[in-house]
């Protein structure tokens, strides 16, 4: 501990206490130097048994305790130790910085019982290693990966006091298997001391990076004709100061803004969010504090701007949090010309650690962020998050279409453009659906484009697409089941009046619903990837009707002995049902059976494996 080493003093304390696990003292200090590192929820255990040994006086357990605790989610009980250890304290700032905790409590529980409905994976190994990875950032296509990581292989090859390698930058390109393996980004970009990745221009073209020379300043690198990154050079003195320390920078849609986080002199408190003008000489203007309400006396950090230019994420020790920095959004009105209250992103995007260092992709369907979670690799991971389903789908296309042109990947009038379009009505009554949710995914199963229907049910896409393709219209609505048609789009220019009224059935006892995009390969009963969209929609239905109980319905083609197929249509429904159980839903809500090849689907005309292969159902047992 006198030499700083904290990953030494870990292992040492961690073997004194195999001799001795009930020394108080020892189990204290663990816990501490857990807080201290990326594995703050493991310190749990450790305060508790020292709570429960005893400890001399002058040891403030509850206030560690309780921190422990909110580490853990168990917001309850750490606002029980935050309560026990403010009885105990005079001191005016420490008794505000408890009732901060105490807030911060009072929101995990508000967060806990109302979780977003999104999806956080981590993206694997090929991205993640037992090393820190962290501070992602992602092209507006989705197609450019570049984060940060301390793993072996570093440039110049040196390590810290800890034993970790110095930063450098990876980078990782998106294929039809996945993410490429990433490869060091090498020298100009890397050097032999520290640089860490803080934000990409939406076309990728320009990526901002954080360099260690002192206070922290940012540097830009130009990708160049030759797909080769420039020499880092400074983003000027307008924004990189001698006296301040900046540390994270996005640039709009347009070019013309760019915002950093700084703790220069003039703004609100600690770090705060600057914006800056782009002059027309090119250089950068005078940066101006975004002010109230985004900024406060706490810090504010890692700012990312949506593509649809008025939508700010960023992260704070402020506001409505759950501990430490949670990740807000705020967003600009044109006509007041002032930012909304930020609105924190919930739980299960938020935790009581830190998150930062949030990005989107531009059509708004992932983000993207680093976590210390259980079930990583060993250290922070690189996660992705599947975002809600937004208004502006359309809009944020048309937007990623100007930067595909931009790069010279489509050219304009190159691709053919479709109009899909129709009504979403009750089958029984004919009357309309409002605020229901309409997908059109290709035949494998991801989603294209989605939209939310007007109050007169009716929804409108313009698609395009090079060939002749087939595509899947889904419609799913509060109350009712799922309704799934395949449509065939024609070759040809602008293809106007083609209409689908999509049919949805009430969710009554005995109604059977189709789950078309349900994949196993051929003679598996595991579940592949590209069955999570149509899952993630039915778990939601599932939660929108907290009554509703399901028996899903497994099937297979008539290749193989029928008791055979039997036994494999129970694996591919029991698969479904432990899927769904894994996404919160309670398994007495559900029942699986197979019936292998028997009722099959098209009044018993032939099929091909690849449609029989995706058939699961379920049918309404109680509501």
Known sequence: MAQKDKKKALELYLKALELNPNKSEVNYSIGLLYLEGDFKYKALPYFEKAAAL????????????????????????????????????????????????????????????????????????????????????ISADDSLLIFTSRRPGSTGGATDQSGLHFEDLYISKKTAEGWSTPQNMGFPVNTTTHEASVGISPDGTQLFIYKDNGNGDIYVCQLGQDQKWSRPVSVGNEINSVQSFENGACLSFDGKQLFFASNRAGGAGGNDIWVVEKQENGTWGKPTNLGQPINTEADEESPFLDLDGKTLYFSSRSHKGMGGYDIFKSVFDEVSRKWSTPENLGYPINSADNDLYFSLSGDGRYGYYASVKEGGYGDKDIYRISMPPRADYQELQARLQVIREKKGEKQPGENHSYIVSGRVVDEVTSESVGNALVQLKDINGSVVSEISTRPDGKYNFTITSDTLQKVVLSAYAKGFGPFVKEIELPAGGIQKGQEYDLLLKKLNVGEKFVLRNIYFDFDKSDIKKESETELANLIQLLNDNPSLVIEIRGYTDSKGEKEYNLQLSQR????????????????????????????????????????????????????
């Open 54 to 137: 005893g400890l001399p006086s002058g040891y403030t357990i509850q206030k560690f305790l309780g921190i422990a605790y909110q580490f853990n989610h168990n917001f309850e009980k750490a606002k029980e130790c935050f309560l026990k250890y403010k009885a105990t304290v005079t001191d005016k700032e420490e008794r505000r910085k408890v009732d901060r905790k105490i807030y911060e409590c009072e929101n995990g529980l508000e967060f806990l019982a109302n979780p977003v409905p999104v999806q956080i994976d981590n993206l694997g190994p090929a991205i993640n290693t037992a090393f820190p990875e962290y501070a992602p950032v």
């Open 572 to 623: 591919r429904a029991e698969a479904v049902l432990n899927y769904l159980v894994s996404g919160g839903i309670s398994k007495k809500r559900l029942k699986a059976k197979g019936y292998g090849e028997s009722a099959p689907v098209g009044n018993g005309q032939p099929q091909t494996e690849e449609e029989t292969s995706r058939r699961t159902e379920f049918v309404i047992i109680e509501n």
